[in-house]
């Protein structure tokens, strides 16, 4: 550094032009040249390089200062959907876990966590958690068990599927999934199966989110760019509790700081809404009208992206089917646009909704000024509570196709192309076969499988189950009409076979013939992939301990070797079960659960999860040899890869020359390929819009002249116009608009109140977080929220008890007197009342019960509450609560909207003083009335035999978990 | 009169302090700064050598009373983006942030230059000043010089070239530095005292890096356990304490000798030679 002050600045200049020369280059491509600081301080995480050796002072010794050395070992937590990282420090002297803190090479979670994640160390140290498979000893439901042997329940399953495939029962054998976690594991060992037996819980959480996109896209779920946009406009509690709320809350803090304005849609004053610059309280179910209230202040002003909708919107197929008698170009469209939407005033909105029309207006300015960079979001909420909640996401979609704000920096993009899906070691083929009991003819149009209907189709004789697996899924506890469930359950001539996969003791594996131990976060592997932000990455959940032995020279052959008692991981007990119902190959199964580098042998989780690393994520394999390690390896050590950052619009991508061979273009611009497709890199699923007569696939669509990708639709651009709804009975809900819910005002009685009962509280996640000692401490239970006025009108005090009063029953609640909600709603999370009916079985939220059954009656009465007890963990004598909530979940009757077939949430319900005789937390059910409510409702449906235009079950081109082959898709003689 | 620059090098070396800012914030960088800026091959693990194992750019190690991040020293610069209206970052005393808020300034001022503002030119520069001469001059050339001696050679050149920065945003007549300034005179009777002495700059006058404790063990026949610094200091200096104190007062010298010779530069270093000086005192009567 002896330079003279003048070489230092000719340096200084020399360096500068260069530097602004790139800068001006990048930036002309749109991207940004300089970060900023990184704001990553040596206090947030451990730095990677040091995961192996991590020395840490033992809090519990202070004063002393006793060293700690660790492993820092990644994992995915498994509790709610977002897949945010994790790292397991393992202690290097005990081979423990000692805690779980954020994994900072997550590119979606960044390190941070919820409460949920660090709460997983609660989980695998909970000491009431189950530990051996167990097998019924006495009639189901009278709570006696036995340990058996991994072998004995596995041969016993394994011998009633193979019996059942082998009779062509194939539609006896059905796995129900709570929240997967995972892309598509166990969906491929059933397709291996040959079997339709997938069924997933999301008809009761987020299928009308889901349709409201899939109809417009081809795509059924919205990934916003956040952290860019200009105005969040978020129908839901989404800052706390929605969906990847860590992920993206995060974002949405940082564009608050870069001062992007956030518009909340929630009916109750959620945190959420407090951060929010424009909280709407609408009465529920009048999202939809004041969705379309904001479109239309866009659409009369012309504030709409005018070459944006003439280029991507399908509106010649609208003029064509319903405006036949206009010119068929895009001025006249425009013209049909103003009318069909004129109607939806600030005015009407706000006699729908209770807000001021002023006030929608100012959001109506505020939303129409962030042109592309409009970020929305809605999943459950308001879609999930309400008949024809799926146009309320429909309606929200069209706001962002109206502003160009699709795919676009700060706006909103469709998931699939933020989420990334590689391609496993085998695809086995669609299943042969359509299973009615999950797909009924009724729901053509359901987004996933009526799952919540299973116990009232049983009922009416249209199936029974021989095996029925409830994968870490609570359905007599999360389901509506959970009494439903019991009877079901209950009843061995309909269910031959109930096996319950779970960590933890829940209302429905007390009901179960094996209840079999499958492990947490720390416990199991998975892949996942998310769409949190403009980008594609994959995360590996896996079995910190098995890679901490593996690390220390242990031979590890199976996940039970590192997991505590015998619990397992779902994984290998499927690969272990397939071999079983097919010993000897000749089912065809077993092929599929084969080692390819062995042949003959059990395919490996090192195998197979090997082999995606190696061959399907590009990439990877070059970033895990630059630290010289396998792909496996790498992500062993690191637990996550960002596989792209800014995906970009795709639908703008032009087709390459070499899939254009032997093609045809219709009228409306969808070109169609003899190429055959090029072999996928990214499986995240999309619509599979059909082939031309001739059997060419499509493969994009002309616009301007340009062969462009477009997006997965039948048309190849987004549908303002479903002509599919159109074709399938529901010609009258084919653009977005405003179907008035089974709660509307018009819809109620005198004296009912709304309860809305989907709000989760930000530390838990239904019972998939039971027995987290932390979480619970924080949240056990769940008052009943109740305006000031209405508390005032039904005299009612907090020191008083309730009764919520359905159509099918009532539960005994305490309210909460707030004005965090409107008047005329209640509002009662779904978090809680969790029951157990063994007195001697231990839990930190679970009050004991009995049930009692009389005719169709069916009462869930409260006899004791949670005690603290003694156990290996001394906070288990030390816990202080006693009130738990109550489960009100029993008292809603199923309510499948004919459409996206998502139960609606909303109940219609009186509230009143609760009566001498009830006991806080008492449920009574009457299932003769839940029966007519199912068939009140199923009345609505338009059927695929009255409605389908070509025979087939269900339009081929929607996506479905598990689809079958085409042959299987068609309707079956009437 | 207002002491400002010529506008055309505010906007260099406003241009080349984001992009030294870049480098220390120690994620990925673009490839493009790492090639204008002469850093061929830089690594992540050369960015985590320097930046984070060995010389975590915190003003705070270097100012503060107990070498650790935060305190009043990091509140003294949290005022500074208070002052200017901008959002304080979560590091505020991170040399990343502080570079990055210095090439905001330097834009600024010479926008002020362009537009003939003068009220806003003074302010603009005095802000500059401030940050410049008070603080970023009261521990950075210390930093540099360390950062020469320990810097993985693909940073060698981001080293060098924020000291031109330095050299150029310096006041022409440096202020005088402290050269009375009383020494701080902590009493150091035990182990756990020493290693809380050497591990902190501003009373011991120098920067002891994991990297020159790993090289001194090496070269006296000791392997380096894990751990923090302190932990890793005491565990030699309980294993092998003479060879060790010799080791270490000859780096000791070797910075004196380092600061020494830029002190005509960077005044304040002459400071940093007084404490160094008495650290070799301290160090000598706990043997």
């Known amino acids: 550094m002896t330079r003279s002050l003048g070489d230092s600045e000719s340096r200084i200049q020399r360096i500068a032009a260069v530097l602004s020369a790139r800068r001006e280059e990048v930036l002309a491509r749109g991207e940004r040249f300089y970060q900023g600081p990184s704001n990553i301080s040596l206090a947030s995480h451990p730095p990677f390089e040091r995961w192996d050796n991590w020395v840490e002072l033992d809090s519990a010794s202070w004063p002393e200062k006793r060293e700690r050395r660790f492993s820092l070992i990644p994992t995915t937590c498994f509790n709610c959907e977002s897949a945010c990282g994790l790292l397991a420090y393992v202690d290097k002297d005990t081979g423990r876990v000692a805690k779980f803190e954020g994994n900072p090479e997550h590119p979606g979670s960044r390190g941070k966590n919820c409460a949920k994640g660090p709460a997983t160390i609660n989980q695998i140290t909970d000491p009431d958690r189950i530990l051996y498979p167990l097998k019924r000893s006495k009639g189901r439901g009278q709570g006696e068990w036995h340990r058996v042997s991994w072998d004995e329940a596995l041969d016993d399953i394994a011998s009633r599927i193979r019996t059942a495939i082998i009779e062509d029962r194939k539609d006896e054998i059905m796995c129900h999934i709570g929240r997967p976690g995972e892309d598509g594991f166990t969906e491929r060992v059933l397709a291996s199966w040959g079997v339709d037996g997938h069924n997933s819980h999301t008809n009761v959480c987020s299928s009308a989110g889901r349709a409201g996109w899939h109809y417009w896209a081809g795509m059924d779920r919205p990934s916003a760019d956040f952290a860019n946009a200009d105005v969040i406009f978020l129908t839901s509690a989404h800052l706390e509790t929605g969906h990847y709320f860590n992920p993206h809350a995060q974002r949405i803090t940082e564009a608050r700081e870069r001062g992007a304005k956030v518009i909340v849609i929630d009916t109750r004053l959620s945190n959420t809404a407090t951060h929010a610059d424009w909280w709407l309280s609408p009465y529920p179910g009048t999202e939809a009208a004041i969705n379309l209230s904001i479109a239309n202040y866009i659409i009369q002003n012309d504030l709409f992206d005018r070459e944006f909708v003439r280029r991507w919107w399908n509106w010649e197929e609208w003029m064509e089917d319903v405006h036949p008698d206009k010119e068929a170009d895009f001025p006249s469209f425009v013209e049909q646009l103003k009318e069909v939407y004129k109607d939806f005033t600030f005015d009407y909105a706000s006699s729908e909704s209770g807000i001021d029309a002023k006030v929608l207006e100012e959001v109506a300015v505020v939303v129409a000024g962030a042109k592309s960079k409009f970020a929305s979001h809605i999943w459950r909420s308001a879609a999930a509570g309400n008949l024809g909640g799926w146009q309320i996401s429909r309606t929200l979609v069209l706001i962002n196709a109206l502003l160009g704000a699709i795919a676009t920096e700060g706006g909103t993009y469709p998931n699939a192309w933020n989420k990334f899906v590689p391609k496993p070691i085998y695809v086995p083929p669609h299943p042969e076969v359509w299973n009615d009991l999950t797909w009924p003819v009724e729901y053509p149009l359901s987004m996933n499988e009526m799952s919540f209907l299973l116990p009232h189709l049983i009922e009416q004789g249209r199936g029974k189950l021989e095996v029925y697996f409830a994968r870490v899924y609570n359905p007599v506890w999360t389901n509506p009409d959970g009494m439903s469930w019991i009877d079901l359950l209950l009843d061995q001539e309909k269910v031959g076979c109930y096996v319950a996969l779970t960590p933890t003791w829940n209302e429905t594996a007390y009901f179960a013939d094996y209840v079999l131990p499958m492990g947490h976060a720390s416990e199991r592997h998975d892949l996942a992939s998310y769409e949190q932000y403009d980008g594609q990455w994959i995360a590996f959940r896996q079995p910190v301990l098995r890679t901490f032995m593996g690390a220390n020279g242990e031979v590890v052959t199976d996940t039970r070797q590192a997991n505590p008692g015998e619990v397992w991981e779902e994984n290998e007990f499927w690969i272990e079960l397939s071999w079983r119902i097919d010993p000897d190959g000749s089912l065809g199964i077993r092929k599929y659960h084969e080692s390819q580098r062995n042949p003959g042998e059990k395919l490996s989780i090192d195998e197979y999860y090997g082999f995606i690393f190696e061959n399907s994520v590009p990439g990877l394999p070059q970033a895990a040899a630059r630290e010289g390690l396998s792909p496996l390896q790498y992500m062993q050590r690191h637990g996550a890869f960002e596989v792209k950052k800014k995906v970009g619009a795709l639908y703008e991508e032009e087709i390459p020359d070499q899939e254009l061979d032997g093609t045809s273009i219709n009228s409306k611009g969808r070109i169609f390929t003899r190429t055959p497709k090029p072999p996928a890199i990214n499986l995240a699923p999309t619509g599979d819009p059909d082939p031309d007569p001739e059997g060419r696939r499509p493969v994009g669509v002309e616009v301007d002249g340009r062969l462009l990708r477009g997006f997965p639709t039948p048309s190849g651009k987004l549908e303002f116009y479903s002509q599919t709804l159109a074709q399938w009975g529901w010609a009258d809900q084919a653009i977005p608009g405003y179907i008035k819910s089974h709660i509307h005002r018009e819809n109620l009685r005198e004296n009912e109140m709304v309860l809305i009962s989907t709000f989760r509280l930000p530390v838990q996640i239904h019972t998939r977080s039971a027995n987290s000692k932390w979480l619970d401490e924080i949240a056990h239970t769940n008052p009943v929220w109740i305006n000031p006025l209405d508390a005032k009108r039904l005299q009612i005090t907090e020191t008083d008890l309730i009764r919520v009063k359905s159509e099918i029953g009532y539960f005994v609640a305490k309210p909460w007197i707030t004005e965090g909600i409107r008047p005329g709603v209640v509002a009662c999370s779904h978090h809680m009342g969790r029951w157990k009916l063994d007195p001697e079985q231990n839990a930190l939220t679970m009050r004991t019960v009995t049930l009692q059954n009389s005719g169709d009656d069916r009462k869930l009465v409260p006899k004791s509450p949670p005690q603290p007890y003694k156990s290996s963990d001394p906070d288990t004598g030390r816990f202080w609560w006693k009130d738990v909530g109550v489960h009100q979940n029993l008292i809603f009757p199923v309510h499948p909207d004919p459409v996206s077939g998502m139960h609606c949430w909303h109940q219609a319900v009186s509230v009143e003083k609760a009566q001498p005789t009830d006991v806080y937390g008492e449920v009574y059910v009457d299932r003769r009335a839940s029966r007519e409510v199912f068939e009140r409702w199923l009345e609505m449906t338009r059927d695929a035999f009255s409605t389908s235009p070509d025979g087939t079950r269900r339009p081929r081109w929607l996506m479905r978990p598990l689809k079958p082959s085409k042959q299987a898709s068609l309707l079956p003689p009437r | ?287």
Not at chain 2, 129 to 157: C, E, G, K, M
């Open chain 2, 1 to 287: 009169m207002t002491e400002s620059f010529d506008p055309v090098l505010c906007r260099q070396l406003g241009e080349v302090t984001s992009a030294l800012s870049e480098v220390a914030s120690a994620t990925e960088l673009r490839a493009e700064i790492a090639d204008a800026l002469g850093l061929p091959g830089v690594a992540r693990s050369d960015l985590y050598r320097l930046f984070i194992k060995d010389l975590p750019p915190f003003a705070s190690i270097y100012l503060s009373a107990d070498g650790n991040i935060g305190g009043d020293s990091q509140a003294v610069i949290s005022g500074i983006y208070r002052a200017l209206g901008v959002p304080v970052p979560n590091d505020p005393d991170h040399l990343s942030s502080l570079f990055a808020l210095l090439s905001q300034i330097l834009v600024a001022e010479a926008k002020s230059i362009e537009n003939g503002s003068e009220p806003e030119l003074s302010s603009v520069v005095r802000t500059r000043q401030v940050l410049v001469n008070d603080h970023l001059l009261t521990w950075l050339p210390a930093y540099l010089i360390s950062a020469i001696r320990v810097a993985p050679q693909p940073l060698s050149n981001w080293v060098s070239l924020c000291w031109d920065a330095l050299r150029l945003l310096s006041p022409p007549a440096e202020a005088p530095g402290p050269k009375d300034r009383e020494v701080c005179l902590d009493q150091v009777d035990n182990l756990a005292k020493l290693i809380d002495f050497l591990t902190t700059p501003s009373k011991s006058g120098i920067i002891l890096t994991l990297s020159d404790i790993e090289t001194i063990s090496t070269e006296i026949g000791l392997a380096v356990r894990a751990g923090t610094k302190r932990m890793v200091l005491k565990d030699v200096f309980l294993t092998e304490p003479e060879g060790f104190s010799e080791k270490v007062e000859a780096l000791i010298r070797r910075q004196i000798s380092d600061y020494i010779s830029a002190t005509a530069e960077f005044s304040y270093l002459d400071a940093w030679v007084v404490n160094a000086e008495n650290a070799l005192k301290i160090l000598s009567n706990c043997q």
